[in-house]
Nanobody, 120 residues
């Protein structure tokens, strides 16, 4: 059974930091690209950061470059999102996502989400 379990969300003041974790099970973690998405109220879900399965190539949304860092630990089947210099506009539900593509199919798994609220 595939599971992605996020943790680490919460309430933080502007300028503060949070570290999100996503623990994966039920699939071959090292073969999947791992991503963090977020969805604010009334907005579409957007990609925040992604890290490839092989080679570790990383991409970030322009809005978080220089402030957020994605990393993965394949030995622990866990992906992280270190968020620094948080802004009120970072407030959203953050979702962990795992993707794997073959020639004929894409595998796409999602966590349940963790709330991040940036407010004074």
């Amino acid at each position: 059974q595939v599971q992605l379990v996020e943790s680490g969300g919460g309430l933080v003041q502007p300028g503060g930091s949070l570290r999100l974790s996503c623990a994966a099970s039920g699939f071959t973690f090292s073969s999947y690209s791992m991503n963090w998405y977020r969805q604010a109220p009334g907005k579409v879900r957007e990609l925040v950061a992604g890290i490839a399965s092989v080679g570790g190539s990383i991409n970030y949304a322009d809005s978080v470059k220089g402030r957020f860092t994605i990393s993965r630990d394949n030995a622990k089947n866990t992906v992280y999102l270190q968020m620094n210099s948080l802004k009120p506009e970072d407030t959203a539900v953050y979702y962990c996502n795992a993707k794997f593509r073959t020639v004929v199919r894409q595998y796409d798994y999602w966590g349940q989400g963790t709330q991040v609220t940036v407010s004074s």
